[in-house]
Nanobody, 119 residues
Framework: QVQLVESGGGLVQAGASLRLSCAVSGLLFSSYRLGWFRQAPGKEREWIASITDSGVTTRYADSVKGRFTISRDTTKNMVYLQMNSLKPEDTAVYYC????????????WGKGTQVTVSS
């Protein structure tokens, strides 16, 4: 059974940092591309970052580029999202996801972790 479990969310003030973690199990971790998404109240879910199966290539949405960093640890089957210089508009539920193919829909999703940034 594939499971993705996010953790590390919380309530912080603007300008602070948080590191989200996602524990992945039930799949061949090294063969999957991983991504982070978020969904703010009343808005659609948006992609914010992704990392290839090798970990060599990362991509970011413009809204987080330069502030967020995605990484993965193959020895622990973990994916991380380091979030710096947080803004109130970063408030959302954050999800990690995994897919085998280089494009197309993500196959597996976590249940999310809440991040709230106060001004």
């Amino acid at each position: 059974q594939v499971q993705l479990v996010e953790s590390g969310g919380g309530l912080v003030q603007a300008g602070a940092s948080l590191r989200l973690s996602c524990a992945v199990s039930g799949l061949l971790f090294s063969s999957y591309r991983l991504g982070w998404f978020r969904q703010a109240p009343g808005k659609e879910r948006e992609w914010i970052a992704s990392i290839t199966d090798s970990g060599v290539t990362t991509r970011y949405a413009d809204s987080v580029k330069g502030r967020f960093t995605i990484s993965r640890d193959t020895t622990k089957n973990m994916v991380y999202l380091q979030m710096n210089s947080l803004k109130p508009e970063d408030t959302a539920v954050y999800y990690c996801a995994a897919r085998r193919s280089p494009s197309g829909a993500y196959e597996y999703w976590g249940k999310g972790t809440q991040v709230t940034v106060s001004s």
